[in-house]
């Protein structure tokens, strides 16, 4: 099915808006500390912002609502097959490999499956697993898998 972008606009406001109502009941801090509430908060409104975002476009298109599209193509299923083989691979292999390379392995062969050129793969793989470390673990002190980085 594709949906109209309106539809789905509507939808992720209606889901960011009970994540916030949801998340009104965690526990506060005190003191003026953010609570656990505040980044899924942040979050939440920012779906809603970006629903409302797709509200406009999706009128504007004047397509139906809904429609059926062709039947899955071995592609399509592929394509999807590798996505969930690489959650699993992560899952497995990162307290091992480590979050860096085993985040890389998933990346690089995610691009590569999805016909990126190769030295392209390499290089967004390489940055984006870099990144995303640095983000969570040394600014959001997250801990990641060492793995063989462990020396």
Do not use: W
């Not at 994540?19 to 526990?27: F, L, N, R, T």
């Not at 409302?52 to 004047?62: C, D, E, L, M, T």
């Not at 399509?76 to 292999?93: C, D, S």
Request: aromatic share 12%; glycine share 10%.
């Amino acid at each position: 099915m594709r949906f109209n972008d309106a539809v789905i606009g509507v939808a992720v406001i209606l889901f960011g808006l009970i994540v916030i109502v949801h998340v009104q009941s965690y526990p506060d801090m005190g003191d003026g500390m953010p609570g656990p509430s505040l980044f899924p908060t942040v979050l939440a409104g920012l779906l809603v912002i970006a629903g409302a975002v797709q509200i406009p476009r999706g009128i504007r298109s004047k397509a139906p609502l809904a429609e059926r599209l062709p039947e899955f193509t071995a592609r399509g299923v592929g394509n999807m097959l590798v996505a969930v083989l690489g959650v699993v691979f992560y899952i497995y292999a990162s307290d091992t490999l480590g979050f860096l390379l085993t985040s890389f392995c998933v990346m690089f062969t995610l691009m590569l499956v999805l016909r990126a050129g190769f030295f392209v793969s390499a290089l967004v793989a390489a940055g984006a697993a870099v990144c995303i470390y640095l983000m969570f673990n040394k600014m959001l002190m997250v801990p990641l898998p060492i793995g063989l980085f462990a020396f």
